[in-house]
């Protein structure tokens, strides 16, 4: 399937799912955590340089733009998710459409006018477990990065939410909500359907894939192109439960089993 057509047919749902500030999950877990990372450059944020991949429809773009982040790239292999982001204010930032597979000719130089060793972050947010294959996209990020720059990966997390081979289980008889794993070591293709809203907004039924690859997957291939692995987030829910029988116990668990993993290397 063509990647670019995949996203392309449920860019309108996906851009209403995360609008002008993010989903859920944005707002109340994701960015908070990278603002964190964020908050060390406070000196010196306004110099700093960011390239977000896969983008979408920019929504970590403006958030940077807010932070008044001095140069701001993003780049998505939807042209359709590029017009969303270019809709929603393109003012001091600076859009892509291009496959981040593809950053690299064949010779090792990055294509599209983008500059080496001059990145202070590479950002790849929510969309790396779409992305296929990743060592190109890191030997990509670790030429786009200075020395001393970082990598920031946020995931959903490759332990535990592995789409078609884990879920939740109540078992009874310990009075205890369970996660269960059927599946983690081996790398599969997952065929997911995108756009389950089609009906209401008028879009065609599409697949696109989610990539599972076991953590060491992504350490390793970092490591490959001198991107070393120095922090790891591991990311709760931020909903309750509502109240009930087994509220307290679902809660618990909540606590305890992360939705997702974040990443930083660093460029050494």
């Not at 994701?30 to 110099?47: H, M, S, T, V, Y």
């Not at 205890?176 to 359907?193: G, M």
């Not at 389950?196 to 690859?213: D, I, L, M, V």
Request: proline letters at 3%.
């Amino acid at each position: 399937m063509n990647k670019n057509l995949g996203w392309n047919n449920v860019s309108s749902w996906y851009d209403n799912l995360v609008g002008d500030e993010g989903s859920e999950y944005h707002r109340f877990v994701i960015f908070p955590a990278i603002q964190k990372i964020l908050d060390r450059e406070k000196e010196n944020i306004k110099n700093l340089k960011i390239i977000d991949l896969a983008c979408g429809q920019g929504v970590f773009c403006r958030i940077l733009r807010e932070l008044s982040i001095k140069e701001i790239t993003g780049i998505d292999i939807s042209s359709s998710l590029i017009r969303q982001a270019k809709k929603r204010g393109s003012d001091n930032i600076n859009y892509v459409t291009a496959d981040v597979t593809k950053l690299l000719s064949q010779n090792g130089n990055l294509k599209y006018d983008l500059k080496s060793d001059y990145y202070d972050y590479l950002t790849i947010i929510l969309s790396i477990q779409n992305i296929s294959p990743i060592t190109p996209v890191f030997k990509a990020a670790s030429k786009l990065l200075k020395k001393g720059g970082s990598i920031i990966i946020v995931m959903m997390h490759p332990s535990f939410r592995i789409p078609q081979y884990s879920n939740w289980l109540f078992n009874e008889k310990n009075n205890r909500q369970e996660r269960i794993i059927w599946k983690y070591l081996e790398s599969e293709d997952i065929k997911i359907i995108t756009n389950p809203g089609k009906k209401a907004s008028g879009e065609k039924s599409t697949f696109t894939t989610h990539y599972h690859r076991p953590i060491k997957s992504y350490i390793n291939t970092l490591s490959q192109f001198n991107l070393l692995t120095y922090h790891i987030e591991e990311l709760i829910t931020h909903k309750k439960e509502q109240k009930g029988i087994k509220s307290e116990v679902i809660e618990k668990a909540k606590k305890e089993i992360p939705l997702f993993m974040l990443i930083v290397a660093k460029k050494i």
